[in-house]
C-alpha cells in the first residue's frame, strides 16, 4: 500500500471533523489566544496555514512557507522533523523549539470534503519538560552537552562545580569564612601562599591553627566582627605579609559580608589582589626623588670646581658635569653627553670599554680608585690623557646610587713619553717590514715562474699515469694557494695605492683566482672544498668588467662567506664560476648546504637585507653586495632548494661586459713561417713555453722558436735577421739585474708583433707606457690559457689552400668555441653556409677534412642545401673525409661519419678521427 492510499483510509473516517477553507483563520486567530499553536497541513504534508503562534514558537517569522513541504521547511531552519511523512506520526515525546518545549499532535480533519490535518501543540508540564529546560540552560551556561536526561539536582550540582571551578582558578587570593573565622572556602593561591599541599589542610581552621602571627590574627578578627556585625565592607585596605621563605607579599584587601539566600550574614568573603609590582614601583619613585635632590646638589656644587667633575648614575649614564669636563671631552652643550652612555658617546669601542670596566670596578668594590684615562676629544678625534679619581655616590641609605669622579689633563707629558717610545718601534718596524715585504715580494714573483712551467707540464704530461697527474695538479694548486695568499697579504705600497675606489677595468679571472686560493688556504684544516670553474678558459679568462676592484673582492667575500655558514659543520663545497655572453659576464656562487627557505628567498630577491641563525647573517653583507651590483649596473638572482634531495644555493651576479682594454693581449696568432723569439730572466718559463709550443711546432716545422734569458742578446739577434717581419716576440718586463726591460726590447727592436709578458700588468705606469706604443701585455698567470693561432697564409688567386680542417656551420659561436678549446694550433677555414664553401671548394684538396652541419639557417630563411645534400655533392667531386655532426641523430651514408655535438669526447678530437 503506498503513502497517498494510507492517508485516503485515515481521512475517510466517520470521525474527522467538517470544516470550511473560510474558517481557517478565525479557528487559527481563536488558538493563537489560548495560546496553541496551529498548523494546516494537506494530505501530502504541504502546509496550508500557521497561525502567529504557530510562527513564534516554531521559530519562522514572516518567511514564505505556503505550500511548502512540513519536513523541507523544518530542514531549511535546521528545526527538528515534526512529522514523519511515511507513517504520518508526530515524533514521540516533547520537542524543544528554542525556549519553547512543546508535545505535538496531529489531528485528521475534512476540509471542503478533502482530507487534511491539523498539527497543534500543548505545553509539556512533566518532569521531561521540566529536565528539557535545564538541559537547555546548562549547555548555555556552560558550553556542555548533556546527551541523556538527568534529574533536576544534578543539573544544579554541575552548575555549582562548574562555578566553584572557575573561582578555584581565578587570579588573587579568595576565601571564605563562617561567623567563628573558620575557613570554609578558598582557591588555589590561598593554599600555595600558606604553602599547604590541598584545600583539606586549610578548611575548618583558624589563623591561629595555621600558626599566623597572634598580634596579626588579632587584627584580622576584629575587622572580620566589625563586616559580620554592620554587614558593611572593608575594601582598598594595603597590607603586607613576610611569607616563610622570606619574601615580602603587598596585597590590596577586600573583605565582604557573606549571605545565605535568606539574606542572613553567615561570615564573610575576602578577595585579596598582588600589589607587589606597584609597590616597587612607588618605592623606586621615591628612591629617584632622593636620587633626584643629590644630582640637583652635586650639579650646584660641581661648577665651583675647578677641574673636570662628573656623576654617572648606576646604569652607567652620565647623570650630570661641569663646563670643565666639556672642555675636556671637547663639547659645548651638556645634554650633548648627561644622559648618555660610555658606548653611546664614545664611538671608539676600546676607549667606552676601558672607561666602563673602571666604572664597574668602582660599583663592584664600593671602593675610591685613581687610574689613567685616555678619552677621545669627540671634537678633534685627539686622545687625551688623564689622572683621574673615581668614588662610590650614596644616597641617605649609604647605598650606591652611582660613581662622582674628577681628573686632571696630562696630556702633553704622555703624548711626549708616547711618542718618544712609538718612534723608536716605527723605526725599528718599518725598516724590518720593508725588507720583510721586499724579500716576500720578490720571491713570490719569482716562484710564479716555476709554478707556470709545472702546470703547463702537469697539463700535457699524458705519459704520466693519472693517478701521479692529479697527485701533481693538486700539489700545485696547494703552492699556487699560498703564494697568492702570502702576495695578497704582503703585496707593495705601490701596487695597493693604485687601486682606488675609482670604476677601472678589472680582470675578472684574476680576482677569481686570488679569492678561490686565499678562501683554499684560510679552510685548508676543514672539510670544506673550494672550486674555481671558468666556462671556456680560452674566452672567459679574458673577460673585463668596469668596476671599483676592492667593492668586488668584498662583494664576492661576502657572497662566500654566506655559502660557507650554509654548510654544515665546516664540510662541503663552494665553486665559484665563470661564464659570459656578448652582453654579460656572470658569477655564480654555488654550495651544496642546508638550503634557504623559501619566506627568505623572496626577501633576498626583492633586495631586502635579511638575518640568517648565524651571527652576521645575510643581512649586511647583503645590502653591500646590492649597492656594489647598483652602482656598477649589475643584476642579482638566487637559487636555492632545501628539500631533501636537492640542498644547496646559487647566487648570480652578472655585471655588463666590458670592451677588453687596449693593453690585453687576449691572442697569440702566428704564421707556418714565424720565428718566435721568447726573452724571460727565468729558465722555468722558457720550459713552460716550449710545452706550450711543441705541439705546434710538430705540426709546423718551419716555425723557428728562440730563447733568451738576456735583453741584449735578443736584440742582437733580431738586429741580424734580414726579414723583422717574421718575428713575433714575447718578453718578460723585469729582467733581473739587467739594464733594460721588456717595453724597452720591444720598442728598440721595432718588432711590429710583440707582447709584453708580465706579472706586472697592475702597475698603472707599465700598462699606460704599453698602451701608448701599442704594446698588448699578456698577465703571465694567464700565459696558459691564452689562445695560439696559426693564421691561414695568405694564398694567391688560383693557389691550392693549405688547411688542416674546414667547418660549416652557421652558429659561428659553436666553431669559435671548438677552435678555442681545442684546435687553436690547426689552421682552420670557416664558411657558415654550403653556398660559400661550393664557391671555393676547388681550392682545397681531395684529403682536406671537412666537417659539415646538417640543417643550415639564413636569417628567416633555410639554406636550399643541406648537411646531408652537401656531402653528396662532395662525395661526387671526390672528397672522402666527410663529417657530419648534429645536435640530433640522423642516418648518413657510408662514405660519411657522424658525430653528435654533444659527444664531448668526439668533438676534442675531431682533427684525431
Not at 498539527?119 to 509539556?124: E, H, R
Not at 614601583?281 to 621615591?286: N, P, R, T
Not at 644616597?395 to 703624548?415: C, F, L, P, R
Not at 641563525?613 to 653591500?624: A, E, H, R, S, Y
Request: hydrophobic share 35%; glycine share 4%; aromatic share 8%.
Amino acid at each position: 500500500m503506498n503513502k497517498n492510499s494510507k492517508i485516503h483510509k485515515i481521512m475517510m473516517s466517520p470521525q474527522k471533523p467538517q470544516y470550511k477553507f473560510s474558517d481557517i483563520e478565525i479557528i487559527g486567530n481563536s488558538y493563537s489566544i489560548i495560546p496553541t499553536s496551529l498548523v494546516v497541513l494537506s494530505s501530502t504534508l504541504h502546509i496550508k496555514y500557521v497561525n502567529s503562534y504557530a510562527k513564534l514558537v516554531l521559530g519562522w517569522g514572516d518567511a514564505n512557507f505556503i505550500n511548502a513541504v512540513l519536513s523541507d521547511m523544518c530542514m531549511s531552519l535546521n528545526l527538528p522533523s515534526l512529522v514523519d511523512p511515511l507513517t504520518l506520526k508526530v515524533n514521540s515525546g516533547s520537542i524543544c523549539m528554542g525556549c519553547y518545549t512543546k508535545v505535538w499532535q496531529l489531528i485528521p480533519i475534512i476540509i471542503d470534503a478533502e482530507e487534511w490535518f491539523f498539527l497543534v501543540d500543548k505545553d509539556a508540564n512533566s518532569i521531561e519538560e521540566i529536565s528539557n529546560t535545564l538541559s537547555n540552560k546548562f549547555e548555555k551556561i556552560t558550553g556542555q552537552t548533556v546527551q541523556e536526561i538527568k534529574n533536576p539536582v544534578w543539573y544544579f550540582d554541575e552548575v555549582y562545580y562548574w562555578i566553584e571551578s572557575i573561582i578555584l582558578q581565578m587570579p588573587g587570593y579568595i576565601y571564605c569564612k563562617d561567623s567563628n573565622h573558620r575557613y570554609i572556602f578558598c582557591n588555589n593561591n590561598v593554599v600555595h601562599i600558606l604553602g599547604l599541599n590541598n584545600r583539606n589542610e586549610i578548611l575548618g581552621k583558624t589563623d591561629n591553627d595555621l600558626n599566623w602571627n597572634n598580634t596579626r590574627v588579632d587584627k584580622y578578627k576584629k575587622i572580620e566582627h566589625e563586616i559580620i556585625k554592620s554587614g558593611k565592607p572593608k575594601l582598598g585596605i594595603e597590607e603586607s605579609i613576610i611569607m616563610k621563605d622570606g619574601r615580602t607579599l603587598h596585597l590590596l584587601v577586600n573583605k565582604m559580608p557573606l549571605r545565605n539566600k535568606l539574606g542572613e550574614i553567615i561570615g564573610i568573603i575576602a578577595i585579596n589582589i598582588d600589589i607587589g609590582d606597584h609597590k616597587e614601583a612607588e618605592l623606586l619613585k621615591i628612591e629617584k626623588e632622593q636620587t633626584k635632590k643629590i644630582f640637583e646638589h652635586l650639579n650646584f656644587m660641581a661648577q665651583m670646581v675647578p677641574a673636570p667633575f662628573y656623576w654617572l648614575d648606576l646604569e652607567g649614564r652620565f647623570a650630570g658635569v661641569n663646563e670643565s669636563t666639556l672642555e675636556a671631552v671637547g663639547v659645548k652643550k651638556k645634554n650633548e653627553i648627561v644622559g648618555k652612555t660610555m658606548y653611546e658617546f664614545y664611538k671608539n669601542k676600546e676607549v667606552a670599554d676601558d672607561l666602563q670596566q673602571k666604572m664597574d670596578k668602582v660599583i663592584k668594590t664600593g671602593k675610591k680608585i685613581r687610574i689613567e684615562d685616555k678619552i677621545i676629544d669627540v671634537t678633534t678625534g685627539k686622545f687625551r690623557y688623564y689622572m683621574a679619581t673615581r668614588a662610590p655616590l650614596y644616597d641617605y641609605n649609604q647605598n650606591i646610587i652611582g660613581i662622582i669622579g674628577t681628573s686632571i689633563e696630562v696630556t702633553a707629558e704622555k703624548e711626549a713619553e708616547l711618542l718618544r717610545v712609538e718612534n723608536e718601534k716605527h723605526r725599528i718596524h718599518a725598516e724590518e717590514q720593508e725588507k720583510f715585504v721586499k724579500d716576500v715580494g720578490q720571491m713570490v714573483h719569482d716562484i710564479r715562474s716555476p709554478f707556470a712551467t709545472l702546470k703547463t707540464i702537469a697539463q700535457t704530461a699524458d705519459e704520466l699515469p693519472e693517478q701521479k697527474r692529479v697527485t701533481l695538479r693538486r700539489a700545485l694548486i696547494n703552492a699556487e694557494d699560498i703564494t697568492n695568499h702570502m702576495l695578497n697579504r704582503y703585496k707593495p705600497k705601490s701596487s695597493i695605492l693604485t687601486e682606488n675606489n675609482q670604476r677601472q677595468y678589472v680582470l675578472v679571472a684574476l680576482i677569481l683566482l686570488e679569492i678561490a686560493s686565499d678562501r683554499r688556504y684560510r679552510y685548508q684544516n676543514t672539510k670544506i672544498e673550494f672550486n674555481l670553474e671558468i666556462v671556456t678558459p680560452q674566452i672567459n679568462n679574458f673577460v673585463f668588467i668596469q668596476i671599483e676592484p676592492s667593492n668586488l673582492r668584498r662583494m664576492l667575500s661576502n657572497l662566500i662567506n654566506n655559502a660557507v655558514e650554509a654548510l654544515p659543520n665546516e664540510c662541503g663545497r663552494v665553486t665559484l664560476e665563470l661564464k659570459s655572453n656578448d652582453e654579460w659576464v656572470e658569477i655564480n656562487i654555488m654550495d651544496n648546504g642546508t638550503g634557504i627557505p623559501f619566506e627568505t628567498l623572496y626577501e633576498m630577491r626583492q633586495k631586502i637585507g635579511v638575518k640568517t641563525t648565524k651571527d652576521g647573517g645575510f643581512g649586511i653583507g647583503l645590502t653591500q653586495v646590492f649597492d656594489t651590483l647598483e652602482h656598477n649596473y649589475g643584476e642579482f638572482d638566487i637559487y636555492s632548494s632545501t628539500d631533501d634531495t636537492n640542498h644547496g644555493t646559487t647566487v648570480s651576479v652578472k655585471f655588463p661586459k666590458a670592451k677588453a682594454p687596449n693593453w690585453l693581449a687576449n691572442e697569440i696568432s702566428i704564421t707556418p713561417e714565424d720565428i718566435i723569439v721568447i726573452v724571460d730572466d727565468d729558465i722555468s718559463i722558457h720550459g713552460a713555453w716550449d710545452s706550450r709550443i711543441n705541439y705546434i711546432t710538430e705540426k709546423f716545422s718551419n716555425i723557428e722558436v728562440k730563447h733568451f734569458m738576456e735583453g741584449k742578446d735578443a736584440l742582437e739577434f733580431i738586429d741580424a735577421l734580414p726579414n723583422k717581419e717574421m718575428v713575433y716576440l714575447l718578453s718578460d718586463y723585469e729582467l733581473i739585474n739587467q739594464d733594460i726591460n721588456g717595453i724597452d726590447i720591444i720598442k728598440q727592436s721595432k718588432v711590429k708583433r710583440a707582447v709584453l709578458v708580465t706579472s706586472h700588468f697592475e702597475n698603472a705606469d707599465v700598462r699606460k707606457l704599453a698602451s701608448k706604443l701599442g704594446i698588448p701585455i699578456l698577465p703571465k698567470e694567464l700565459f696558459n690559457s691564452i689562445p695560439l693561432k696559426v693564421q691561414r697564409p695568405k694564398y694567391k688567386p688560383g693557389e691550392m689552400a693549405n688547411v688542416h680542417i674546414i667547418f660549416v656551420d652557421d652558429e659561428p659561436e659553436v666553431v669559435e668555441g671548438l677552435i678555442a678549446d681545442h684546435y687553436s694550433h690547426l689552421i682552420v677555414d670557416y664558411y657558415p653556409n654550403p653556398i660559400e664553401l661550393l664557391k671555393e671548394i676547388d681550392r682545397y684538396s681531395k684529403e682536406t677534412k671537412i666537417i659539415m652541419d646538417n640543417n643550415y639557417q639564413s636569417g628567416n630563411e633555410r639554406c636550399p642545401i643541406s648537411g646531408f645534400r652537401l656531402s653528396e655533392l662532395l662525395h661526387e667531386k671526390g672528397y672522402n673525409n666527410l663529417y657530419l655532426y648534429s645536435w640530433e641523430t640522423c642516418i648518413v651514408p657510408e662514405y660519411v661519419r657522424f658525430i653528435l655535438k654533444t659527444d664531448k669526447e668526439a668533438m676534442a678530437n675531431l682533427d684525431k678521427l
